[in-house]
C-alpha cells in the first residue's frame, strides 16, 4: 500500500538512503530537515527521482513546522532521524538539547495530535555506558542505560520520551540503535571515518583512521531498510532495539578494504572508542519481520564502487 512518510533529517545520511529506498519502494516522501544541502542525496538519486520527493526546509524545535509539515502532506507514516550528532552536542549543549530532544518532543507531540499511532526514531548505542560497565560478551538490549556523553543523555531521554507517549496517549514507537553506520553519505560524526577512509581510496588517496578496536558496522542502506520497517510495522507499546552485526576490529575492516583494492593506504589508530564492542540484537530478531544485513564485505564494495562512480562523475 502507497503511503505518505515524513522524513526528518532526510539530508543526513541514514535519512537519504530512506528517502531513496522509500521512493523505490513506490512511497510518497516528505523530506523534512532543516539545511537544503542535496549532496548525499544527490549519491543516492539523480535530479529527476528527487522530483518526486516534496521537500519541507523546517526546523524540529519549532512545533508548528512540524505538525504544519504532516498536516499539509497528509502524513501517515513518521521516521524521525534528524538530530544534531556528538561533536555538535559537545560544541553547543543547548543547541544540542533543543534539536535532539524537544525535537523528538515535537515529533510526538504533532503525531498526536494528528492522529498518527506510531513513529520510528532513531536512538544510539550511545544510551549504553563505557566496556567496563557490563560483562564480557554482547551488552543485552536491556542493559542500563548509563551515557558518558551529553547525546546519549539525549537519546536516553528520547526514549524515555517514547514510553511515556505510549503511557500516557497510545503513540507507540520503535526505536533503533545503530553503532558504526557506514556507507555513501556518511561524512560527519564519531564513527565516520571508516567510510571516510573509504572515500579516500576510491579518491587515489591514503587515510588514516584515528581509532582502533572492536566494534559493529552496519551499513547505512540495511539501516535505512530497517527504518522503513519499524515505521511500517505497529507493535504497540515503545521499544528500543540494537542493530546487530558480527563485531569485527576496525583493522578487520581495512583488510576487507585492502582484499577488494591491494593499494589502499588506509592506517588504523590505536584510540579506542569508549563503547563496548557489540549490542545484542536479538530483541529485534524476534520483533521485525525481516533484519536487513548485508555482509560487509558486499557493504564495502558497494560503497568503494558508489564513491568511485560519484569520482568519475566529477572528474571524468
Ligand atoms: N550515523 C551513525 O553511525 C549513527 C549511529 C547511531 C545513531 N545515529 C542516529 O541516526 C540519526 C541519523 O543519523 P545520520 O548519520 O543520518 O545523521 P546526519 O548528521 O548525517 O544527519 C542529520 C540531519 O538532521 C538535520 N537536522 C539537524 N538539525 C535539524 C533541525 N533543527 N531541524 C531539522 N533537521 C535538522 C541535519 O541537517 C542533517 O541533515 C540521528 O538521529 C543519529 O543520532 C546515527
Known amino acids: 500500500m502507497v503511503e505518505t512518510f515524513l522524513v526528518t533529517g532526510s539530508m543526513g545520511c541514514i535519512g537519504a538512503w530512506t528517502v531513496a529506498h522509500l521512493l523505490r519502494q513506490g512511497h510518497i516522501v516528505v523530506s523534512f530537515d532543516i539545511s537544503e544541502r542535496r549532496d548525499r542525496l544527490n549519491l543516492l538519486l539523480n535530479r529527476e527521482q528527487q522530483e518526486a520527493i516534496s521537500f519541507v526546509k523546517g526546523d524540529l524545535t519549532d512545533y508548528e513546522q512540524v505538525k504544519t509539515a504532516i498536516e499539509v502532506h497528509g502524513v501517515t507514516r513518521i521516521i ?3 538530530a544534531l550528532q556528538v561533536p555538535f552536542c559537545i560544541a553547543d549543549p543547548i543547541l544540542g538539547s533543543q534539536v535532539n530532544v524537544t525535537g523528538t518532543v515535537n515529533v510526538f507531540e504533532a503525531a498526536r495530535h494528528s492522529g498518527i499511532g506510531h513513529i520510528a526514531y532513531a536512538s544510539s548505542i550511545a544510551v549504553y555506558g563505557p566496556p567496563q560497565r557490563y560483562g564480557r560478551g554482547l551488552v543485552a538490549h536491556d542493559a542500563p542505560h548509563d551515557p558518558r556523553t551529553l547525546y546519549g543523555v539525549y537519546k536516553a531521554a528520547n ?14 514507537s520503535t526505536a533503533l540503535r545503530p553503532y558504526t553506520v557506514y556507507g555513501v553519505g556518511r561524512d560527519q560524526g564519531l564513527t565516520s571515518e571508516p567510510t571516510k577512509s573509504l572515500k579516500a581510496v576510491a579518491n587515489g588517496q591514503s587515510y588514516d583512521i584515528s581509532f582502533g578496536g572492536v566494534m559493529q558496522f552496519q551499513w547505512a542502506s540495511d539501516v535505512a531498510q530497517q527504518f522503513i520497517l519499524a515505521a511500517q510495522e505497529e507493535p504497540g507499546g515503545a521499544h528500543a532495539f540494537n542493530l546487530g552485526s558480527e563485531p569485527q576490529s576496525v ?3 581495512v583488510d ?7 593499494d589502499a593506504q588506509i592506517t588504523v589508530g590505536k584510540r579506542q572508542l569508549p563503547f563496548p564492542t557489540g549490542f ?9 519481520a525481516h533484519v536487513y544485513e548485508t555482509p560487509l564485505n558486499d557493504g564495502i564494495r558497494a560503497t568503494l564502487e558508489a ?3 560519484a569520482d568519475t562523475a566529477v572528474t571524468g
Open 80 to 82: 524521525h532521524l534528524a
Open 159 to 172: 526514549e524515555g520520551t517514547g514510553r511515556i507517549y505510549w503511557q500516557d496517549w497510545g503513540v507507540s
Open 251 to 253: 583493522a578487520q575492516f
Open 256 to 262: 576487507v578494504v585492502r582484499d577488494l583494492r591491494p
Open 280 to 288: 545484542d540484537d536479538s530483541a529485534l530478531r524476534q520483533h521485525a
Open 307 to 309: 564513491f568511485e562512480a
